[in-house]
């Protein structure tokens, strides 16, 4: 189905209007009306803030009629539309993605640059949203660019948190959290919707009542309102028409001042309920942190989980259809636990509040709700505590309970007299503090439910939801994880894409797949060292950024080699850590030690309430002070941690990188997203057989990949034995010569306390089982070492990672939820001039 839209269009036929026009004189012309109209300044008094939201307009400007028109086919009854629910969306900066994907790129660098700027410099300024942890919310970010590029009508919906993943200082080798004010300038980007606010309730009780047709039903009287505020997002295809929508909710008051409160001399009373009606879209919840009882954080969940749902109720009968097709017109996707409250909102907005049957609306909720499940982690599934959860949501509880006996009766069916199974598979977690287990509810309440690698999946069907898999095995399917190549080859290494595009010709962005053409490039003398030389200078780009940043100096000449992702535990870059001491012990044991030079980077935040990972970035920042200072070693070994991991750091470090560190303890990465940018990029990975490092081997072949460690059926079958960490100590001498320097102070001035923490963890738990894992990694170094040496097949082998990337391209996992879960088309519009 293609559609065409003809709005008014505001042109004098025949002139470049100042708002669409892309010459570059009409670009000079509108640039400087913006600085002067909209950011009200004169070009001798501004900043590079005022030229960035200047630029910013500018480029919104060229966005809107298609944005206007996308909107518009939206109100058409046929169009079917994916919602994204989600509590986090990670999108990074928007202005150079915005130019990449409008093909706006080239001219608006020549106007910027004729008016004696720098295009680079406003890009750099822009402050990035932060309204995500990491993988999760970043997956979120890819998948809007890629339904807009295959032109599938979504709109994303979640929080506009005022405060947003917080800012990471490095201050004496620890981290610091600063707050992170991404609004402070203004967001140019963003459009309010008043006019479109909707209400949310909170607390209060429920009444039983007989309607007019003399049928039971029950009315909700809350204990208090809060409003929802829609800011819009324009979400850029890449040269297509579509300009899809994020929405994000805003919390605020009903009134914001209390006048009555205020006449009364109440002044304090009176701001008060706006203040306490905000705080629900503050801030971010940093993830990893116990989150359990967390009233703030149910009050998110459903705040944005309400207004979404309110929103598309709005626009399903404004199209002119009823509520029995809402699941003709929508397919609502759930990202994670976090927006499953929705099951129960769905079915009281149907059934209390649009008076549908219970069964009719339990057949269009099931129909419109798919979940996909990130984690296996166990203290990550969410569960809200029953009494908590009553006090907030009553009528929701009660819906709950009815969701579940109903679903218990159909078990009861199929299993009689199993109990155990009962317990399991109820909505209900009955012991102790009762508890509601959401993705439980999820699961119920969805037709389709997916893990986000192929080997997630099945550990899904076999672990966490192996009771609900037994039940329903029709629900369930893989979505492996993709990311954007527009982001993160287009923007993010301009040299790759050029030199890609010399060799290929261009289209391959849109049809990644096409990278396999370079295949026989890789065979190439002279393509291999043009490719060399790209990585060499993008490397020492990032040696300048590493010396302005650190004012650690390190040689572009050495592997760069490179982790970065959230500091935890189980992504164990600890066993990174021990493998940097190994080679540190071996140098002072050996100072000729023939070895390839080494700087290792990291980047990651860590959770401001778990100490053990805070630990760990003040280990890889107490290694590096040795190690860096130490002359005996430092013309081979750097240690680099650098501070402030995000998406703009991302776009930096991943198209220099030559080694990617994977190194999950196998069946706990769910997918992982991190590795297929490494890969994209030219980086050879040196992994464990976890989340999608599986499968990226796969493609790449397993020649062009460093594998090491246990698979999750030994790991497994290890931990039923009695995992015994101490006796891996005891027989491997250099594990424990390791273990010991850390120990005795060596890298901490002498402080034996300091890693005391990680040191015992390890030595007498080791959840992670990294000992267990050691010598299967040193010995993978080693490997990885020699083949570095080797120069010329080194390239070949970083030339061939990138050809065979194409199957993680977000648009494949986008057609794979188009096709599987959504049954939604592409809906290509055409503009009528
Ligand atoms: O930990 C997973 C990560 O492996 C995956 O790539 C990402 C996107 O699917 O989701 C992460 N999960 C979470 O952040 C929380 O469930």
């Known amino acids: 189905m293609t559609v065409s839209t003809n709005l008014p269009s505001f042109h004098t036929p025949g002139v470049e209007d100042d708002r669409t026009g892309l010459g570059i004189e009409t670009l000079k012309r509108a640039f400087f009306d913006n600085l002067y109209y909209v950011q009200g300044k004169l070009p001798n008094r501004a900043s590079t803030v005022d ?160 309607d007019d047709q003399g049928r039971y039903r029950v009315r909700w009287v809350p204990g208090s309102t809060v409003m929802g505020i829609p800011y819009d997002t324009p979400i850029t295809g890449y040269n297509v028409n579509t300009v899809n929508t994020l929405r994000l909710w805003k919390a605020e008051a009903p009134e914001s001042f209390d006048f009555t409160a205020f006449n009364q001399g109440d002044y304090w009373g009176a701001v008060n309920d706006k203040v306490v009606s905000e705080t629900i879209s503050k801030v971010l919840y940093p993830n990893d942190e116990q989150i359990q009882g967390k009233q703030l954080r149910l009050q998110q969940q459903f705040f944005f989980v309400s207004c979404s749902l309110q929103d598309v109720i709005r626009r399903q009968l404004e199209s002119g259809r009823t509520l029995d097709t809402l699941h003709e017109k929508f397919s609502l996707q759930m990202n994670d636990t976090h927006p499953s409250v929705a099951v129960a909102e769905l079915m009281r907005l149907l059934v209390d509040e649009h008076m549908l049957e219970w069964d009719h609306a339990w057949d269009i909720t099931t129909r419109t709700l798919a979940y996909t499940n990130h984690t296996l982690l166990p203290e990550a599934l969410e569960k809200w505590s029953v009494s908590l959860f009553g006090s907030l949501l009553p009528r929701h509880l009660e819906i709950i309970f009815e969701i579940n006996s109903r679903f218990l009766d159909q078990v009861r069916l199929r299993y009689p007299g199993d109990e155990a199974r009962l317990g399991q598979l109820s909505l209900i977690d009955e012991g102790g503090d009762r508890s509601v287990r959401m993705a439980n509810l999820a699961c119920v309440g969805s037709h389709a439910i997916n893990g986000v690698a192929a080997l997630h999946s099945e550990l899904l069907k076999k672990t966490v939801l192996h009771d609900f898999y037994e039940l329903m095995p029709e629900k369930f399917c893989n979505v492996t994880n993709g990311v954007t190549p527009r982001r993160w080859l287009a923007l993010s290494n301009p040299r790759l894409t050029a030199l890609i595009d010399r060799r290929i010709g261009n289209g391959w962005l849109t049809h990644l797949d096409r990278l396999r053409e370079l295949e026989s490039a890789a065979d190439d003398a002279g393509f291999r060292h043009e490719w060399r030389m790209v990585k060499r200078d993008i490397k020492a780009d990032l040696a300048d950024h590493i010396a302005n940043r650190t004012g650690i100096s390190v040689n572009p000449d050495t592997l760069f080699d490179i982790q970065v992702k959230r500091i935890h535990e189980y992504k164990r870059q600890h066993l990174n850590v021990l493998h940097i001491v190994t080679l540190y012990h071996r140098l002072k044991q050996n100072p000729n030690q023939d070895m390839a030079g080494r700087t290792f980077i990291f980047g990651g935040k860590a959770a401001p309430g778990y100490d053990m990972a805070k630990r760990i970035i003040k280990l890889i920042t107490s290694v590096g002070d040795v190690v860096n200072k130490d002359p005996d070693v430092s013309d081979r070994l750097r240690v680099v941690f650098l501070p402030d991991y995000n998406v703009t750091f991302g776009q930096r470090v991943y198209p220099a990188a030559e080694l990617s560190e994977q190194i999950s303890l196998a069946g706990l990465e769910a997918s992982g997203t991190g590795n297929m940018k490494f890969s ?89 089982m990294l000992l267990a894992d050691y010598q299967s990694y040193v010995d993978c170094q080693d490997q990885v070492d020699r083949a570095y040496r080797d120069s010329e097949n080194w390239v070949r082998m970083s030339i061939l990672n990138a050809a065979r990337m194409g199957k993680f391209s977000s648009d494949r996992s986008i057609q794979d939820y188009a096709q599987t879960i959504w049954q939604a088309d592409a809906v290509p519009i055409e503009i009528e001039a």
């Open 51 to 210: 030229y960035y939201m200047a630029l910013a307009y500018t480029v919104r400007d060229r966005l809107l009629q298609r944005w206007l028109a996308t909107e518009d086919i939206l109100t058409r009854p046929e169009v079917r539309i994916v919602g994204y629910l989600s509590a986090e969306f990670l999108m990074g900066p928007h202005l150079g993605n915005n130019l990449i994907n409008l093909d706006i790129y080239a001219p608006v660098k020549q106007a910027i640059e004729e008016s004696g700027l720098n295009l680079q410099e406003l890009i750099d300024i822009e402050e990035e949203p932060g309204l995500g942890n990491g993988g999760l919310g970043r997956l979120a970010a890819c998948y809007l660019d890629s339904l807009a590029s295959l032109q599938i009508p979504a709109i994303g919906y979640g929080i506009r948190y005022e405060f947003g993943i917080f800012d990471q200082e490095i201050v004496d080798g620890w981290q610091v959290e600063i707050t992170d004010k991404w609004l402070k300038y203004g967001n140019p980007w963003e459009v309010a919707r008043p006019e479109e606010a909707v209400e949310i309730k909170f607390g209060g009780y429920t009444q039983p009542y007989t």
């Open 680 to 768: 994209m990029n030219g980086a050879l990975t040196i992994g464990t057989l976890d989340g999608a490092n599986v499968e990226i081997r796969e493609e790449v072949g397993a020649e062009n990949f460093f594998l090491f460690g246990m698979k999750t059926e030994e790991v497994t079958a290890l931990r039923s034995q009695g995992y015994n960490p101490m006796s891996y100590y005891h027989s491997n001498e250099t594990l424990k010569a390791v273990i010991d320097l850390i120990a005795s102070g060596h890298f901490s001035h002498g402080d034996r306390e300091l890693f005391r923490p990680l040191i015992d963890n390890l030595l007498y738990h080791d959840p992670y």
